[in-house]
Structures are given as structure tokens and as C-alpha cells.
């Protein structure tokens, strides 16, 4: 069965960092592309960053912040976000794309983790 479990969410204040992990059980977790989605609160589902074997893809407003990365041997995806801002509040989830590269077509998602950045 295809699980993703995000964790690693937090109260910090802004110009603050937070790591997020995503930990991925029930499939060949290095064959897959993979990737973050944001929903701040009263808002809709916003596209964070994607990693596949090769590439790395971020929102333009991330760029510079946030760090994708993977950990094949732990089956685990991490977001390293730096700098935070107060409009990067909001719950963060992990997907599983449907394939290797970025189709961004998903066929499992995490239950989420809350940021929340405030002063």
C-alpha cells in the first residue's frame, strides 16, 4: 500500500528555517518523480517543487529559498526552506507522480504538515 507520511512542520518566525520530510512506503521510491504542494489558509493548492532522477523545478517565489531533495536509500523527500515569509504559511504535502518524470499527474499524497510562520 502506497503511503506518504510528511513530518517536520513548525511554528517559526519569519526569516526562519524549516525542514520538511516526506518518508514514502509501498513503492520504488527512486523510480518515481516527486513533489511539494502548499494550501495557505482560505487558498488553493500551489505548486511548490518537483525533483526526478536528474532535475530539480521550483515556483519562481521559492527559487533561491527552497531546497528539493531526495534520499533514495531512506525513501524519504526533504524540502529545506530558508527565509521564510509570513505568505509562505500554510500546509505543506508531498506527492507521488505517476511516473519518473514531472507530469505532475499524482497518484498519492501525504496527509500535510503545517508551517507557520509568525513573529
Known amino acids: 500500500q502506497v503511503q506518504l507520511v510528511e513530518s517536520g512542520g513548525g511554528l517559526v518566525q519569519p526569516g526562519g528555517s524549516l525542514r520538511l520530510s516526506c518518508a514514502a512506503y509501498?513503492?520504488?521510491?527512486?523510480?518515481?518523480?516527486m513533489t511539494w504542494v502548499r494550501q495557505a489558509p482560505g487558498k488553493g493548492l500551489e505548486w511548490v517543487s518537483d525533483?526526478?532522477?536528474?532535475?530539480?523545478y521550483y515556483a519562481d517565489s521559492m527559487k533561491g529559498r527552497f531546497t528539493i531533495s531526495r534520499d533514495n536509500a531512506k525513501n524519504t523527500l526533504y524540502l529545506q526552506m530558508n527565509s521564510l515569509k509570513l505568505e509562505d504559511s500554510a500546509v505543506f504535502y508531498c506527492?507521488?507522480?505517476?511516473?519518473?518524470?514531472?507530469?505532475?499527474?499524482?497518484?498519492?499524497w501525504g496527509q500535510g504538515t503545517l508551517g507557520t510562520v509568525s513573529s
Open positions: 506527492a507521488k507522480d505517476v511516473g519518473s518524470g514531472n507530469s505532475r499527474a499524482f497518484d498519492a
Open positions: 525533483i526526478n532522477s536528474r532535475s530539480t
Open positions: 509501498g513503492f520504488t521510491f527512486s523510480s518515481y518523480a
